[in-house]
């Protein structure tokens, strides 16, 4: 303990969640921009020493973050089974055969 300074309890470090945020730019970016802001206050608020401030743009971080990457999945897969349907469907309809 350093001289001066009282015994103040240490509070828990936040993740900030700025990793995820940023995956969920490339599936979907629409919703990744807030979460990428959120996770941005999130050191500056526990530097201020706004602990609960901080856990909300932690958590608000999170909540953009995790729909990001549904909506983002999601539509990966429905474009996967667009393109495999569609290509089932180019083949099945193929005619192959001469006349």
Do not use: H, R
């Not at 856990?55 to 429905?78: D, H």
């Amino acid at each position: 303990m350093q001289p001066g300074y009282p015994n103040a309890p240490q509070q828990q470090p936040i993740n900030n969640n700025m990793t995820m945020s940023i995956v969920g730019i490339f599936f979907f970016w629409p919703l990744a921009i807030p979460a990428i802001i959120n996770a941005s206050k999130v050191n500056p608020l526990l530097q201020q020493g706004d602990y609960a401030g901080a856990q909300a743009a932690a958590a608000e971080s999170k909540k953009w973050s995790k729909w990001a990457l549904i909506i983002g999945i999601i539509g990966w897969v429905i474009s996967l089974v667009c393109c495999v349907a569609g290509g089932l469907a180019s083949m099945m309809g193929s005619d192959t055969g001469t006349y």
